[in-house]
């Protein structure tokens, strides 16, 4: 059922997906295609905010806090998986694996190098931050429009 919190999670999520996503594409290699990269973090922002966030509004500011960790978290966790997945469709149509298992494999190794390639202190702080705030919001839309 849509409610203002789930709203304002929802929007929270894609407003801050598309922060990230601007502090991430400087620290890929300067060839990187990144096509689809920037609408569909949004969308996943959009998605886990209404999906995850917005159902857990109302039980408190620690509890809204938690919440806004845990969608971000979940909102990073998805972004790394859809990012990592789509290389590996790339490399795959360029013959790059002997068989489907290969695929598979690489796409969680190739998550892992990106994860790793996005661990920087600007990005840790933007998504705690990010979090906070995101969480405050979708708590405070709770309260006045529940």
């Known amino acids: 059922m849509p409610t203002g919190a789930r709203l304002m999670a929802a929007i929270s999520l894609a407003v801050l997906a598309f922060i990230l996503s601007g502090m991430v594409v400087p620290l890929m290699p300067e060839s990187t295609d990144f096509g689809y990269f920037l609408p569909l973090n949004m969308v996943l922002g959009l998605l886990v905010g209404w999906r ?3 159902k857990r509004a109302g039980r408190g500011i620690t509890a809204a806090i938690n919440n806004g960790l845990a969608g971000v978290f979940v909102l990073m966790l998805w972004a790394i998986f ?20 290969e695929a598979i494999v690489a796409v969680f190794q190739i998550g892992a190098e990106f994860g790793v390639m996005i661990a920087t202190l600007p990005i840790g702080v933007a998504l705690v931050v990010g979090a ?11 309260n006045r429009w529940s």
């Open 52 to 54: 995850v966030m917005g």
């Open 82 to 101: 859809l990012q990592a997945a789509n290389e590996m469709v790339r490399l795959a149509l360029r013959n790059r694996y002997d068989d489907p298992f």
């Open 132 to 142: 906070v705030i995101a969480g405050l919001l979708t708590e405070f839309a709770y």
